[in-house]
């Protein structure tokens, strides 16, 4: 029985996904299935898919109707039969060593339910960008943003997660797709630590077109949910459904709203200050970057700092 596979869920991701599946086909770990779930795409998607597959046995494509991402997510997993389910997105691309990497760790700290991986952000060029250093690297972190009420997540494409948990845990939740990583982990979490391996191994696009993009302002009351959801539980409090929380979120006194504001405005300007920085735009980019500066200098700063000129980023990238 194989130790791992790997699920790709896929939409009208014919301009990315050949690099990105033939990227995992040539990982240095070679003993695993490969799920790649098309979510209806209306593109080359499926054309390309089923000449890969052509290629190499180890490749299955799935087809199915719209659903969203937690839907083919969970139609993956779902047919995958491993311990261990790399989860990859159709246009990133996995370095070689990853699948060996993440199992070797899973070997040693066996009672890990997640792991995730530093990531190189990349443009459409494929040209690296800065370095996203998501999650806790060891127990201890985790434990702490637990406790605390925080949201622990990895960089979704670079997860491995237990299939036995991701079951318990009820799998994947489409009422939070754009944020469905950080709220199945949130679950996840209750069974074991999830982690993440201080190296990169996963070149992490961004682009116009991305969910994360897309859905930003949703993203953030969701993120906001799932933290509330935790410290309902470290307070042995009932937890309130999203909906509930919708209601409460809206009463925050005046200060309390404008702050989220703020500080969702400047991430959001942020994130486009990066993606324009990507596309080579890079006195908007400046501009952008300006503006969430203004908005939240703290946020603003330490994250640059922290992606592209600390020690640590300027040593991986």
């Known amino acids: 029985m194989k130790k791992v596979s790997v699920v790709m869920p896929a939409y009208n991701a014919a ?45 299955t494509v799935i087809r199915k109707e719209n659903g969203g991402v937690s839907s083919a997510l969970n139609r993956g997993i779902e047919a995958a039969d491993t311990k261990w389910v790399v989860i990859m997105h159709a246009d990133d691309i996995a370095l070689p060593n990853r699948l060996e990497t993440q199992l070797a760790y899973a070997q040693k700290f066996p009672d890990v339910v997640v792991w995730g991986s530093f990531a190189k952000h990349i443009n459409i060029h494929d040209e690296v960008l800065s370095l996203s250093k998501a999650g806790p690297t060891s127990e201890t972190e ?10 622990v997540m990895v960089i979704h494409p670079s997860a491995m997660i237990n299939r036995e948990i991701f079951i318990k845990a009820g799998g994947y939740n489409s009422s939070f797709d754009g944020s469905e990583d950080l709220e199945l982990f949130d679950r996840m979490a209750e069974y074991g630590a999830v982690q993440t391996i201080p190296e990169p191994l996963l070149l992490y ?24 959801r935790q ?3 470290l307070n042995k409090e009932r937890i309130p459904s999203f909906e509930e929380f919708l209601k409460q979120y809206a009463k925050a006194p005046i200060f ?3 702050r989220r504001s703020l500080d969702d405005m400047s991430q959001f300007y942020y994130r486009s200050s990066g993606l324009n920085f990507g596309e080579g735009r890079k006195i908007k980019a400046a501009w952008l970057f300006g503006i969430s500066v ?7 700063t330490s994250r640059i700092w922290q992606q592209m000129f ?3 980023s300027r040593n991986l990238l």
């Open 142 to 151: 985790f434990q702490k943003l637990r406790n605390a009420g925080k949201a």
């Open 231 to 233: 410290r309902s539980r």
């Open 294 to 300: 203004f908005l939240n200098p703290v946020y603003s």
């Open 256 to 258: 309390t709203r404008l």
């Open 15 to 59: 301009q990315f996904i050949e690099s990105s599946v033939r990227s995992i086909l040539a990982q240095s770990y070679r003993d695993f299935d490969f799920y790649v779930v098309d979510d209806g795409s209306k593109d080359d998607t499926v054309k390309i898919l089923e000449e890969l597959a052509s290629e190499d046995d180890r490749l």
């Open 205 to 228: 696009r961004i682009h116009a077109s991305s969910i994360s993009m897309n859905r930003f302002f949703l993203m953030r009351k969701f993120t906001r949910y799932v933290r509330s």
């Open 310 to 312: 600390s020690r640590q």
